[in-house]
């Protein structure tokens, strides 16, 4: 693959990025709307033993009773 077809795809793929930024920010505020946080509000994390960082309260073994 030459360089003019590997700028061809970064324009595209910039130009992707740019026109979905509307859609990205509309579903990321919807979710913390969801999740009742304000826009700007720091959401905790607590590193669980396997290394994850989740919300604090929330399970991730399900499996295990």
């Known amino acids: 693959m030459g ?19 509307p859609l990205r920010r509309a579903i ?6 969801r999740r009742g946080h304000r ?3 720091v959401i905790p994390l607590v590193r669980n ?4 960082y989740t919300p604090p309260g929330r399970k991730t073994d399900g499996d295990k009773r």
């Open 3 to 21: 360089a003019a077809e590997l700028v061809v795809l970064l324009v595209i793929g910039g130009a992707c990025y740019v026109v979905l930024a």
């Open 28 to 33: 990321v505020r919807r979710l913390l709307r």
């Open 39 to 41: 826009p700007g509000q």
């Open 49 to 52: 033993s396997d290394g994850v």
